[in-house]
């Protein structure tokens, strides 16, 4: 667990806790092996004890994971309850003792070719977990570029799950915004409104509103969007609208930034060379990152309900 590419020592896979070095596959697979597959992205939060860790929004997370599998016709042959248990379990025997980043990932079973042919898959499930700091309140910002590539739309690919073919829509607008210069991208759909970033959704800032593309606009289904929605209402009062945005209102918004689990919530703070607001991050952004902190590491109580605590200082059993 040393050195740049630290790797946890289990990974949870088809069922069983294995060892790191015991879960190959087959060079041959690569290739077709994922194009059906889904995923899930979760973070884990140290507390502000050193044996406390919060997973936000488990079960969420796990629900979508439910859904994803539905939506490509994948069998998930697992309980929730299971899952949990499971990573809850794999967190303490990797001794996680700081901001960690969860993958559950499914994909079909079968490895003879024969992934297009057929129509139910037996899925396989993996779960790993590997350390990714939090960046919120550390003053990153990025700048962003409005994408040429427009996000997929429900008539070809399904926007609001984590479908790994997904992910090359979102790869090639972000290579082109930094080729071009650019930290990030930001996605129109077909009908020419904002929709999102390549891994994380858009909120806007304008006076005492927050403006975010609404579940319509082809975006992924956010539970962080969700989270950061109820705490603009209910913990900075502010109104909160979901609605169809013009790629113009980015450009004379007060603030901007992306949100999602990766992204946590990211100022950006010029777009297409447009600086948003004074070009600097915003009181409201700056507000909601201390904000979702708090409820991330267990300082809010009114949001318990959000955390999955992991004791990660009660010894382990191997
Ligand atoms: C994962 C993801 C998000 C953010 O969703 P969260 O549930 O908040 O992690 C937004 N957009 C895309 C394309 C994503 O893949």
């Not at 896979?13 to 697979?29: A, F, L, Q, S």
Request: net charge negative; glycine share 8%; hydrophobic share 40%.
């Amino acid at each position: 667990m040393s050195g740049e590419h630290r790797h946890p020592e289990y990974i949870w896979w088809n069922g069983e806790r294995r060892p790191w070095d015991d879960c190959t596959i087959h060079v041959t697979e690569l290739g077709w092996s994922t194009v059906g597959a889904v995923f899930e992205g979760i973070r884990a939060y140290a507390g502000d004890n050193a044996d406390e860790l919060y997973i936000f929004r488990f079960r969420e997370h796990l629900e979508r994971l439910e859904r994803s599998m539905r939506l490509v016709r994948l069998t998930l042959e697992y309980g929730l309850e299971e899952l949990t248990a499971a990573t809850v379990d794999l967190l303490r025997v990797n001794e996680v003792r700081e901001d960690t980043y969860i993958r559950p990932l499914a994909y079909a079973r079968e490895t003879s070719g024969k992934r297009f042919a057929q129509i139910a898959n037996d899925a396989a499930l993996l779960i790993n977990t590997s350390p990714m700091a939090s960046h919120l309140k550390t003053g990153l910002t990025q700048t962003a570029k409005v994408s040429s590539w427009r996000r997929i739309s429900e008539d070809v690919m399904p926007p609001r799950v984590k479908n790994i073919s997904n992910y090359r829509n979102s790869q090639l607008a972000g290579m082109e915004a930094r080729l071009d210069g650019y930290d990030t991208a930001i996605l129109l759909n077909h009908q020419g409104k904002v929709s999102e970033g390549p891994g994380a959704c858009v909120m806007l800032v304008l006076g005492d509103q927050v403006i975010t593309p609404d579940v319509g606009s082809g975006i992924l289904e956010s539970i962080t969007r969700d989270a950061l929605l109820k705490l603009c209402r209910e913990v900075l009062g502010l109104k909160v609208v979901e609605r169809a945005v013009d790629r113009t209102e980015l450009y004379l918004a007060d603030e901007v930034f992306t949100c999602g689990t990766a992204a946590e919530v990211t100022p950006i703070v010029n777009i297409d060379k447009y600086a948003v607001g004074n070009g600097e991050i915003g009181p409201v952004t700056r507000a909601l990152e201390g904000a979702f902190d708090d409820v991330l590491r267990g300082r809010d109580a009114r949001y318990g309900h959000w955390r999955t605590p992991v004791e990660v200082g009660a010894a382990a059993v191997a």
